[in-house]
């Protein structure tokens, strides 16, 4: 059996798709659904059940479920970077994750991936290397980020990251990211407004060495986030932090362009003002490392980002449809 945390989510219903695209249907789905839609993720998928993970946590502590568990894909998490909860972050981000990787430790025998975030990488001053060496270096400008990053330097200090995967995520956008509010990509937030209005509005630039809109992310398509993981559940002796992303940076004004020819207008963006309480924090520039993951073999090429769009808008977007293990492509 293979558990995938935060099943029902963004990036562990993708997981999950591509498990089942795969033939793989004994599957555990562990989340905390609430009041959200994220339920209609799981709609399509195949796996053998669900459990609310404050229930999955004791029974697995409790060893209700024996050697039956080969993996644990650990994706469950507050994924909110304007989070001020600090507390609710680190029960929820750091101490969940630790007691998952204290289970582990007894359980050698089960493959062990979790997912970090390149919000761990702070400004980006220090670069976007996923090198375990220079962790102390690194300086997360939200609390969400240093949730993440305080089990990365736990992992690394016990010796945990040489048999177990930490990933860290760059910005990934795609279908089955509906309910995540605020944290939408700006794809799902404003394509409507490109279709319908033909505008588009993106944050001024407070730097003089970026424009406005030419702030600039690594951009990954979660289909191809999704392969990126399950290459090291195939491969057990890759083991550490690795960056999941396309390896080049593209700027928002790229990505408008890109939705702009998709709905068949006229390029319009308009520049807002970006709010101050993000001025201090905001990323100018993400750009995953990604050297280490293809000299570990993974050799999955990304799809380019005006195909990603393309598709996402007229695959999922224009007919309100989820992740299907049984549909076309």
């Not at 102390?136 to 736990?154: E, T, V």
């Not at 996402?312 to 977007?317: G, K």
């Amino acid at each position: 059996m293979i558990v995938v945390t935060g099943g029902a989510g963004f990036i562990g219903s993708a997981v999950v798709w591509r498990l089942n695209r795969r033939g793989e249907k004994d599957i555990l789905v562990v989340d905390h659904l609430g009041v959200s839609e994220k339920w209609r993720n799981l709609a399509p998928l195949y796996f053998s059940d669900y459990l609310d993970r404050d229930v999955f946590i004791d029974r697995l502590e409790n060893e209700a479920f024996g050697d039956r568990i080969r993996a644990v894909i650990h994706l469950g998490a507050c994924s909110s970077t304007t989070e001020r909860d600090a507390g609710y972050l680190m029960e929820n981000n750091y101490r969940y994750t630790l007691r998952l990787a204290q289970w582990q430790e007894q359980h050698p025998g089960c493959r062990f991936i979790y997912a970090s975030s390149a919000a761990t990488y702070g400004d980006g001053s220090r670069g976007y290397r996923d090198d375990e060496s220079a962790l102390h270096a690194l300086r997360p400008l939200n609390m969400y980020g240093y949730s993440k990053h305080l089990f990365d330097l736990h992992a690394a200090r016990n010796g945990w990251l040489d048999r177990m995967v930490g990933l860290k995520y760059f910005n990934v956008f795609g279908p089955n990211e509906d309910h995540k509010g605020e944290m939408r990509s700006v794809i799902h937030k404003a394509y409507p407004g490109v279709r319908d209005e033909g505008t588009i509005r993106l944050f001024e630039s407070y730097r003089q060495e970026y424009g406005d809109g030419e702030q600039e992310r690594d951009f990954i398509y979660v289909k191809d986030a999704a392969e990126m993981t399950l290459f090291f559940l195939e491969n057990r002796r890759a083991n550490g932090l690795f960056n999941v992303g396309t390896g080049e940076a593209r700027s928002w004004n790229d990505v408008a362009r890109a939705m702009f020819r998709t709905a068949g207008r006229e390029t319009r963006i308009e520049y807002i003002p970006m709010p101050e309480a993000l001025r201090e924090k905001y990323q100018y520039h993400t750009c995953a490392g990604t050297a280490k993951l293809r000299a570990a073999g993974c050799a999955h090429r990304c799809k380019p980002l005006e195909d990603a769009v393309d598709e996402y808008i007229r695959a999922y977007l224009e007919k309100d449809a989820r992740l299907d293990p049984d549909a076309e492509g």
